[in-house]
């Protein structure tokens, strides 16, 4: 998790003034108390309101590096970067992918969903698929070079947005800071490769 919060903060200092205002607008509107923290609970609204249900409600105490039982900015901020990149769970142990994962590459080459696995349930073979070659991630990327120089395409590396299905108590505030952030964030993508 130290690399997601690491790169997350990367993002943060090299982007644009207007993404990073953007950022802080967000983080205070999640914060539905005005406690300049993150609850549990306000971590949970946030999921259910903006479609992340996928997200275990575990992975708050992932977040939570100084153990306060609160996210803060850099918290949210790496939360926000995970949504937006990862969405990568283990489909053995449903674990979030962190560093080193496996994917099946028989489904990256297809295009439609991967099929990924923590190094744990690869290695105890405790998954069951159809295909049976896979690579971890730092291997696959390297062995699909040979794209035309400088063609990037970071939508495709970016984790599918989810269909917002709101819940009937919505925090307006919230979903148009949060889809605020969104619209700069891809705005900033033409000119830049930035994830934030």
């Known amino acids: 998790m130290e690399e997601f919060h690491e790169v997350a903060i990367a993002y943060y200092n090299n982007a644009p003034r ?4 953007l ?19 306000e971590y949970i609204n946030f999921l ?9 409600s575990n992975f708050f105490k992932d977040l939570d590096r100084n153990r306060d039982g609160c996210l ?10 995970v949504i937006k990149t990862r969405g990568l769970w283990c489909q053995g142990c449903q674990t979030c ?13 297809s295009g439609s969903r991967t099929y990924d696995l923590c190094p744990s349930c690869y290695k105890q073979k405790k998954f069951s698929h159809n295909h049976t070659n896979f690579m971890d991630n730092h291997l696959l990327l390297r062995s699909k070079r040979g794209l035309s120089a400088g063609t990037v395409n970071v939508n495709l ?16 505030d919230l979903l ?12 900033g993508k033409a000119n830049t490769c930035i994830v934030m």
Not at 48 to 56: A, E, V
Not at 72 to 81: A, H, I, N, R, S
């Open 18 to 21: 207007n993404l990073q205002r």
């Open 23 to 41: 950022a802080w607008s967000f983080f205070l509107a999640l914060d539905s108390d005005g406690d300049g923290q993150i609850s549990y609970m």
């Open 48 to 56: 259910r309101q903006c479609g992340y249900g996928w997200i275990s």
């Open 72 to 81: 803060g900015f850099w918290e949210v901020l790496t939360l926000y970067y």
């Open 97 to 109: 992918l962190v560093g080193l994962y496996f994917t099946c590459v028989s489904c990256f080459d």
């Open 157 to 172: 590396a970016l984790a599918p947005r989810p269909a917002i299905n709101p819940p009937a108590a919505v925090d307006d």
């Open 176 to 187: 148009q800071s949060f889809q605020a952030l969104e619209t700069g964030v891809a705005a």
